[in-house]
């Protein structure tokens, strides 16, 4: 009834295959993954912030008349173009300038309809070091998310080896109810020879046939339990119920190496990433008050409609200095520093609640290879005594009675053993888990 040793770490090929199906069906992990897609495209929609921005614009406009000078301006742009053409043909000054000499009109400022069509050029040239910590906060996050995912990568893990245990568990408890049952068959030839010959009665026949019911009673619950396990494994798993109907699990005792070294837990590593992006969202806030410098530029397509003050291209390059915005930016970088003492808090609460984890596994561990010494000698003294017992009942010095209780102590001692089996392997799990060693 003893299983081998094998080491914690070399999980079942079949239990390693349910795991990896059980990650990528798990909601909870897609929803970290999804969480650190969306970090990572944070910092591409950062980093983008330096690439110019490009827009082409187009317009119609219809105004309620054309803008021109007014009466006065206008006359005296003509009384100065009159002159300009006396001086370039020669006419003396006070002498009138004859009515056949065209005179060219007076254009609009801006003709009532407008048709624009144009392209702007913006590119910063300098973010005053907002975009750098805006990636770096992002990178970090980014982080946290993806360990996120890993513990909860542990979790389905840590579920589905339950799970299977008590599957295997289920199908151990089958094994010594066979055992048991076949003592039954046994008691029941010797019984029914004994009654043909005057040594047993009818009633300790009937005695032996209601521990066979309640056997079928045992079987049935084993067959209740096992589909109640498999329906468990096929939603964790996504896996065929045929499939894991097939399954037959074996509680293999598991070995525990006290000298494993402990690593940091990934709740721990997500923890710490997350303070490290309130640091760069705190430095970001703080570059608020850095000049940032940005490049703009504008071109006309279409000359025509410009009124005579619009310019056809223009380039320029722009300073912006925040010198006081009315203590928002010193009162939102007090808030993440209050956020960070608070996820610190929480590093700390973490690891402590982890190494009061790792001394209850071990102490778990060390009572359950206690719990199957004492059970071994347990199964060792209910067979010798139900050996003994059956041997007075041949000889008729005991009653069946005796017989069948001796039988269910055999039978309760064996299912004792794989149970602490069991314990032994959650225990182990339990410990590797808390370690951050537990490879799958």
């Given at each position: 009834?003893?299983?081998?040793?094998?080491?914690?770490?070399?999980?079942?090929?079949?239990?390693?295959?349910?795991?990896?199906?059980?990650?990528?069906?798990?909601?909870?992990?897609?929803?970290?993954?999804?969480?650190?897609?969306?970090?990572?495209?944070?910092?591409?929609?950062?980093?983008?912030?330096?690439?110019?921005?490009?827009?082409?614009?187009?317009?119609?406009?219809?105004?309620?008349?054309?803008?021109?000078?007014?009466?006065?301006?206008?006359?005296?742009?003509?009384?100065?173009?009159?002159?300009?053409?006396?001086?370039?043909?020669?006419?003396?000054?006070?002498?009138?300038?004859?009515?056949?000499?065209?005179?060219?009109?007076?254009?609009?400022?801006?003709?009532?309809?407008?048709?624009?069509?144009?392209?702007?050029?913006?590119?910063?040239?300098f973010s005053g070091l907002t975009v750098h910590n805006a990636v770096k906060a992002s990178e970090h996050?980014?982080?946290?998310?993806?360990?996120?995912?890993?513990?909860?990568?542990?979790?389905?893990?840590?579920?589905?080896?339950?799970?299977?245990?008590?599957?295997?568990?289920?199908?151990?408890?089958?094994?010594?109810?066979?055992?048991?049952?076949?003592?039954?068959?046994?008691?029941?030839?010797?019984?029914?020879?004994?009654?043909?010959?005057?040594?047993?009665?009818?009633?300790?026949?009937?005695?032996?046939?209601?521990?066979?019911?309640?056997?079928?009673?045992?079987?049935?619950?084993?067959?209740?339990?096992?589909?109640?396990?498999?329906?468990?494994?096929?939603?964790?798993?996504?896996?065929?119920?045929?499939?894991?109907?097939?399954?037959?699990?074996?509680?293999?005792?598991?070995?525990?190496?006290?000298?494993?070294?402990?690593?940091?837990?990934?709740?721990?590593?997500?923890?710490?990433?997350?303070?490290?992006?309130?640091?760069?969202?705190?430095?970001?806030?703080?570059?608020?008050?850095?000049?940032?410098?940005?490049?703009?530029?504008?071109?006309?397509?279409?000359?025509?409609?410009?009124?005579?003050?619009?310019?056809?291209?223009?380039?320029?390059?722009?300073?912006?200095?925040?010198?006081?915005?009315?203590?928002?930016?010193?009162?939102?970088?007090?808030?993440?520093?209050?956020?960070?003492?608070?996820?610190?808090?929480?590093?700390?609460?973490?690891?402590?609640?982890?190494?009061?984890?790792?001394?209850?596994?071990?102490?778990?561990?060390?009572?359950?290879?206690?719990?199957?010494?004492?059970?071994?000698?347990?199964?060792?003294?209910?067979?010798?005594?139900?050996?003994?017992?059956?041997?007075?009942?041949?000889?008729?010095?005991?009653?069946?009675?005796?017989?069948?209780?001796?039988?269910?102590?055999?039978?309760?001692?064996?299912?004792?053993?794989?149970?602490?089996?069991?314990?032994?392997?959650?225990?182990?799990?339990?410990?590797?888990?808390?370690?951050?060693?537990?490879?799958?």
């Amino acid at each position: 009834l003893v299983s081998p040793i094998t080491n914690a770490q070399q999980l079942d090929p079949i239990l390693l295959e349910l795991i990896q199906k059980g990650i990528n069906k798990s909601h909870a992990v897609s929803i970290r993954n999804s969480d650190a897609a969306l970090a990572q495209t944070d910092q591409k929609i950062a980093k983008a912030v330096y690439l110019p921005k490009v827009t082409l614009n187009g317009s119609f406009t219809r105004l309620n008349d054309d803008i021109t000078f007014g009466e006065d301006t206008e006359n005296l742009l003509l009384s100065t173009q009159k002159l300009l053409i006396k001086e370039a043909v020669g006419i003396p000054f006070n002498t009138p300038l004859p009515e056949s000499v065209p005179l060219t009109a007076v254009p609009n400022l801006q003709d009532k309809n407008i048709l624009k069509s144009s392209v702007d050029l913006n590119w910063v040239l300098f973010s005053g070091l907002t975009v750098h910590n805006a990636v770096k906060a992002s990178e970090h996050k980014e982080e946290s998310m993806n360990y996120l995912s890993l513990a909860e990568q542990d979790k389905v893990a840590l579920k589905i080896i339950e799970v299977y245990d008590q599957l295997a568990l289920v199908y151990a408890s089958k094994t010594a109810l066979t055992t048991t049952k076949s003592y039954l068959d046994e008691q029941t030839n010797f019984v029914t020879k004994a009654i043909k010959n005057g040594l047993a009665t009818p009633i300790d026949l009937k005695k032996i046939e209601l521990a066979q019911q309640q056997m079928a009673g045992k079987f049935l619950a084993f067959e209740q339990n096992k589909t109640l396990l498999i329906e468990v494994l096929h939603q964790l798993t996504n896996e065929d119920k045929s499939t894991l109907a097939l399954l037959h699990p074996k509680l293999n005792q598991f070995s525990n190496d006290t000298s494993s070294t402990i690593e940091k837990r990934n709740e721990i590593k997500a923890l710490e990433e997350v303070d490290q992006a309130l640091l760069y969202k705190s430095k970001m806030i703080k570059s608020n008050f850095i000049p940032k410098l940005a490049l703009q530029g504008h071109y006309e397509f279409l000359e025509d409609d410009l009124s005579l003050l619009d310019p056809i291209w223009y380039v320029g390059v722009g300073v912006k200095w925040n010198i006081f915005d009315g203590n928002q930016t010193r009162l939102s970088s007090k808030k993440v520093v209050i956020e960070s003492d608070k996820y610190k808090s929480q590093i700390s609460e973490a690891t402590e609640m982890i190494d009061l984890s790792i001394i209850k596994a071990e102490l778990d561990y060390k009572a359950s290879i206690q719990n199957a010494k004492i059970v071994e000698k347990e199964i060792e003294l209910a067979d010798e005594t139900y050996q003994l017992v059956q041997e007075q009942y041949t000889n008729n010095l005991t009653t069946i009675n005796n017989v069948l209780d001796a039988l269910k102590d055999v039978e309760q001692a064996n299912f004792k053993l794989q149970n602490s089996l069991y314990e032994q392997r959650r225990a182990v799990t339990e410990l590797h888990h808390a370690k951050g060693i537990l490879k799958y």
